[in-house]
């Protein structure tokens, strides 16, 4: 059997980092053949800044407040995260939509997770939107990135029930218990180079390949 090396990996928050702390757990459980090397924020002071640093990981802030346009921000974020050379990139909550240019740096090697059933619902407000349409079923994407916002092929899904007495709340649990079960999976795929990214021969879509199939 080929032996496949240990990926180098950073995770891309915004805030709480429940998703970061599921994979500092799977991490510590050898759940894949990963190491993360460091967790960077957008915003300083959060709680995942402080997971990151109780889990003796790296812990840097690139507040994007501190430049003056996003072009600023974002050749900071690439020099930080570069200076880690990742195998993979995960945005785990990371609430900054990044540019077309940021994300054929790291095409094939950055990927996301999304509080729906992608394609339904790109963008912010999912658990309202599923209540408001009266939606039985919700669930949450990884998918990886690609310029289109929350558009890239998609990796995996989970899926829940939407019961009647059901509340964002509510659902932001069914959801992230979920996210939490399927993020660390998918990694290890990633990282067991089961899963790959490709590119069509005309560069017009971009499919999630797992095990030589089409996902
Ligand atoms: C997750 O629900 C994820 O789907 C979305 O942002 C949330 C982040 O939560 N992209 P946390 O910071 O991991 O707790």
Redesign the pocket.
């Given at each position: 059997m080929i032996s496949v090396s240990e990926k180098s990996i950073v995770v891309l928050?915004s805030?709480?980092?429940?998703?970061?702390q599921a994979l500092i757990d799977a991490q510590s459980q050898r759940l894949f053949n990963g190491k993360i090397k460091a967790v960077i924020s957008n915003k300083p002071n959060v709680y995942?800044l402080e997971r990151a640093e109780m889990a003796n990981i790296d812990a840097v802030c690139v507040d994007h407040t501190e430049f003056n346009d996003k072009a600023g921000f974002e050749a900071e974020l690439v020099k930080t995260i570069d200076a880690y050379q990742p195998d993979l990139v995960i945005?785990?909550?990371f609430m900054r939509i990044l540019s077309s240019d940021l994300v054929q740096h790291y095409l094939g090697k950055i990927i996301?997770?999304?509080?729906s059933l992608l394609p339904k619902y790109k963008g912010l407000h999912t658990h309202r939107q599923v209540l408001e349409n009266g939606d039985k079923e919700h669930g949450?994407s990884v998918h990886f990135v690609t310029a289109e916002l929350d558009g890239g092929p998609i990796i995996a899904q989970r899926r829940v029930k939407v019961d009647e007495n059901d509340t964002e709340q509510t659902l932001?649990e069914k959801?992230?218990q979920q996210?939490h079960q399927l993020y660390p999976e998918v990694v290890a795929w990633f990282c067991a180079e089961k899963l790959t990214f490709k590119l069509s021969e005309d560069s017009a879509a971009a499919r999630a390949v797992f095990d030589g199939k089409v996902l």
């Open positions: 928050i805030g709480n980092g429940s998703n970061l995942g945005l785990a909550g996301n997770i999304h509080p949450t932001v959801i992230q996210e």
